[in-house]
C-alpha cells in the first residue's frame, strides 16, 4: 500500500529550510567564557589540545560505512546517525568525504548527504553488534520516542522475504534526487525512484505540473511550459465538486503520463514496485483548480481487472498537501467507483501499518455510522452490499472493535449505541465528502 496523509512532522517538507546554525559546530575548547568565548587560560592551552584532537581525528578519517555517530540535524540539535555510503568532495583532499546518513530515531525519508562538520567525531562508535545494538537502543528509548518512530516508519515490506528486502534495501539506500519542483512547490523527496541512468548526476528535477515531464534545468522547465498546452492531467474529468477535480486517466491512452506519475509517486513510497506496465491500470488524479489550470495534490490508481477485487493498488498524496482530509477522500473515492460497479472492493494487499490505520479508520467510520441509523437486524452481507467494503473487511473491522460475537453458529453484531459513540469518535473526522451526485463516469468494462 502506498502512503496516505502521513503524520504531521518536520521531515514532511515542502519549503525550503533554514540551513543549520554552525555556533560551535568545530570549536572543542571550554564554551564557559563571556558569550561563549573561551577563557584565556584556555586560549594558552588550545594549540596543543587542538593538535592533539587534530591527529586523534585524523586516525578516524574516512569514517567507514557502518559507523555510528551523532550528527547536527536542521533542528540544531545532534542525532544518532549511521553511515550508509561516502564519496570524495569533488576538489577536496584525500581524507575529505561527504557521508550519507541515517538518523536512526526516524524513517528513511529524512536520510541525506551531510557535510563533515555536522558530524560530532567525540561521537564516534566502534562497530557493534546490530541485534546486541538495536535490542541497546530499544531499551534506552522513551515510550514517547518509540511511539514516533512507530508513526514515522510506515514502509509496508510485509511481501518482501528477508533476502528480497536487503537486496531492495542495498539497492536503494541512497536517494538520488533530493528535491523536485512541482508547480509553485519545492518538494523534498523521502526515497530513491529508479529514474533513467541520464539523471543519476541531478540532485533536483523540475516537473511540469500538467503532464509531469520532467527536467534537469529551470531553463528547460521554462521553455517546456512555454510550448504545452495542458492545463489538467490528460484524462477524462469525472467529477467536479467547487475547486475539487478528479480526472481519470488511462495508462494504455497516455503511457508516458503513467510513466512519469510513478517514477514522482515512487519518490514518496519506499516499498510500492515501480510498474513500467502501465497499460493495465487506470490513474485517478485528484487536483485543486484555479484560473491558471488544474494542480495535481494526489492519486490513487486500480487494475484495469482484478481477480482479487482489488479497487485500490497505490495512494499517494503529495507532502504539500498532506493533512487536510485528502487521502481518506481518495479512499472514499474508490468505494463510489465500487458502488457505480456494482462490485465489493478492497485495497491491494499487502496494507502498510499507516495503510491499515487509515482503512480502519474509514471502515469503521462508514460502518458505525449505518449501525446507528439502522433500525433492527442487519447482516454482515447486506452491509457489504450498502458499502461496497469486503465482507472479511467488515468482519476483522468488527471483531477489532468488540463488535460482533459468535451465536449458534453465526456471527451477531452488538450495537450499543454508547459503544458506537465511543468507537466513532475515537476514528476521528471523515475529512471531505464525496458528492456522489457530481460524479459522472462509466466503468472500464462498458466504455468503448
Request: aromatic share 10%; net charge neutral.
Amino acid at each position: 500500500m502506498g502512503s496516505i496523509d502521513t503524520p504531521k512532522n518536520p521531515e514532511n517538507g515542502s519549503r525550503t529550510l533554514p540551513p543549520a546554525t554552525d555556533a560551535y559546530a568545530t570549536y572543542d575548547g571550554d564554551k564557559n567564557g563571556i558569550d561563549g568565548m573561551p577563557t584565556r587560560a584556555t586560549e594558552m592551552t588550545l594549540p596543543v589540545e587542538s593538535e592533539a584532537i587534530k591527529k586523534r581525528r585524523a586516525s578516524m578519517l574516512p569514517l567507514e560505512v557502518g559507523t555510528r555517530v551523532l550528527c547536527r540535524w536542521r533542528d540544531c540539535k545532534y542525532h544518532p546517525v549511521k553511515v550508509i555510503e561516502r564519496r570524495k568532495m569533488p576538489f577536496g583532499g584525500s581524507n575529505e568525504y561527504e557521508y550519507y546518513v541515517h538518523y536512526t530515531e526516524f524513517n528513511r525519508r529524512l536520510d541525506e548527504w551531510v557535510k563533515l562538520e555536522q558530524l560530532d567525531l567525540d561521537s564516534v562508535e566502534t562497530v557493534v553488534d546490530e541485534k546486541v545494538e538495536d535490542k541497546v537502543t530499544s531499551l534506552k528509548m522513551t515510550r514517547h520516542q518509540k511511539r514516533k518512530i512507530d508513526e514515522t516508519h510506515v514502509e509496508g515490506h510485509e511481501e518482501l522475504d528477508a533476502a528480497s528486502l536487503r537486496e531492495h534495501e542495498e539497492f536503494t539506500k541512497v536517494k538520488n534526487i533530493a528535491t523536485i519542483e512541482l508547480g509553485r512547490y519545492e518538494i523534498e523527496t523521502w526515497y530513491f525512484s529508479p529514474f533513467p541512468p541520464e539523471y543519476n548526476d541531478c540532485l533536483r528535477l523540475y516537473f511540469c505540473e500538467f503532464c509531469l515531464n520532467f527536467m534537469k534545468r529551470k531553463e528547460q522547465l521554462q521553455r517546456h511550459m512555454k510550448k504545452c498546452d495542458l492545463k489538467h492531467p490528460p484524462g477524462d474529468e469525472i467529477y467536479r465538486s467547487g475547486t475539487l477535480s478528479m480526472f481519470e486517466v488511462d495508462g494504455k491512452k497516455n503511457k508516458v503520463y503513467g510513466q512519469n506519475l510513478c517514477y514522482l509517486a515512487k519518490l514518496f513510497l519506499d516499498h510500492k514496485t515501480l510498474y513500467y506496465d502501465v497499460d493495465l491500470f487506470l490513474f485517478y488524479i485528484l487536483c485543486e483548480c484555479d484560473d491558471r489550470g488544474c494542480h495535481m495534490v494526489g492519486y490513487f490508481s486500480k487494475e484495469k481487472h482484478s481477480e482479487e477485487s482489488y479497487n485500490l493498488a497505490c495512494i499517494l498524496t503529495l507532502p504539500p498537501y498532506q493533512r487536510k482530509g485528502y487521502g481518506k477522500f481518495l479512499i472514499a473515492f474508490s468505494y463510489e467507483l465500487s458502488k457505480k460497479e456494482s462490485k465489493v472492493g478492497t485495497p491491494e494487499r499487502p496494507l502498510s501499518d499507516l495503510g491499515l490505520l487509515s482503512y480502519r479508520g474509514y471502515w469503521t467510520r462508514v460502518l458505525l455510522d449505518i449501525l446507528k441509523r439502522h433500525k433492527g437486524n442487519i447482516s454482515i452481507k447486506e452491509l457489504s452490499d450498502m458499502t461496497a467494503i469486503k465482507a472479511e473487511d467488515i468482519l476483522t473491522t468488527l471483531q477489532t472493535l468488540e463488535l460482533i460475537q459468535y451465536r449458534k453458529g453465526q456471527h451477531v453484531i452488538c450495537a450499543d449505541p454508547k459503544v458506537l459513540d465511543r468507537h466513532l469518535k475515537a476514528a476521528g473526522r471523515g475529512g471531505l465528502e464525496v458528492d456522489v451526485s457530481k460524479l459522472i463516469w462509466t466503468p472500464y468494462k462498458e466504455q468503448g
